[in-house]
């Protein structure tokens, strides 16, 4: 399979209105990717891809995403089996966010905690401020210990 080249980022113009990927990675050599349904539109998660993740994930066609607090690559769905087949890859106008639509198999979840969507809790807003989050999933889609073993220690997250 050929290697992706980024292009470098030459100027401006060229990064927020030209057809060359040039993508900037932080310093930390990340960059974020937000996560949708292709058919929905909901937001999955939050992820950080480095060059080889977004390499992976455009090359193969199925998400690939860099584990912070794992320091490691890891191909979404590789131990669940709720693997995310990308359907359309786009990037901000300056270069520094990525975006997939995918399709989940599986369960069509995506986070490990079991639910659907990573961001299965409201924060409350104005005078409620102090009020308990709101779960907005009372179901979880796929039961994380059978997928992938015991809870994640607290130090690891």
Request: negative net charge; contains cysteine; charged residues 20%.
């Amino acid at each position: 399979m050929p290697h992706r080249h980024f292009h470098p980022r030459t100027s401006v113009q060229e990064v927020e209105e030209g057809f060359r990927l040039a993508p900037k990675f932080g310093a930390d050599g990340l960059i974020p990717c937000i996560t949708t349904d292709a058919s929905s539109g909901e937001v999955l998660m939050l992820g950080w891809m480095n060059s080889d993740a977004l390499r992976l994930t455009l090359d193969t066609g199925h998400a690939h995403y860099f584990s912070r607090a794992r320091h490691a690559l890891w191909r979404k769905g590789a131990t669940s089996g709720l693997v995310q087949r990308v359907i359309e890859a786009r990037v901000d106008d300056d270069q520094d966010a990525i975006w997939l639509r995918v399709e989940v198999a599986g369960a069509g979840a995506s986070c490990h905690v079991g639910y659907r969507s990573c961001f299965y809790r409201a924060i409350p807003l104005g005078d409620a401020a102090d009020a308990s989050l709101h779960f907005t999933e009372n179901t979880k889609s796929f039961d994380p210990v059978a997928a992938y073993g015991d809870a994640p220690n607290p130090t690891q997250l």
